[in-house]
Nanobody, 115 residues
Framework: QVQLVESGGGLVQPGGSLRLSCAASGINFSIYTLGWFRQAPGKQRELVAV???????TYAKSVLGRFTISRDNAKNTVSLQMNSLKPEDTAVYYCKAEWGRSDYWGQGTQVTVSS
């Protein structure tokens, strides 16, 4: 059974930092492309960052220079370090694992940026 479990969300003030983690089980983790997506109320889910099996990374323009995605294949985890957070970063953050026609999602973790 495949499971992706996110953690690390919470409430943070503007300018603050959070680190999200996603622990995967039930897949051959090292071959999967991993991504973080987010969905704000009333908006569509959007890509935040992606890291391939070869560790190539891609970021949304809105987070470039502030967020960093990384993976630890030994621990089957993908992380998202978020710095200089803004109120517009408020959303539910989801991790995704994709390989070929297979893709899996976590249940999401809430990030709220507010003073």
């Amino acid at each position: 059974q495949v499971q992706l479990v996110e953690s690390g969300g919470g409430l943070v003030q503007p300018g603050g930092s959070l680190r999200l983690s996603c622990a995967a089980s039930g897949i051959n983790f090292s071959i999967y492309t991993l991504g973080w997506f987010r969905q704000a109320p009333g908006k569509q889910r959007e890509l935040v960052a992606v890291i391939t099996s070869g560790r190539t990374t891609t970021y949304a323009k809105s987070v470039l220079g502030r967020f960093t995605i990384s993976r630890d294949n030994a621990k089957n985890t993908v992380s998202l370090q978020m710095n200089s957070l803004k109120p517009e970063d408020t959303a539910v953050y989801y991790c995704k694992a994709e390989w070929g026609r297979s893709d899996y999602w976590g249940q999401g973790t809430q990030v709220t940026v507010s003073s």
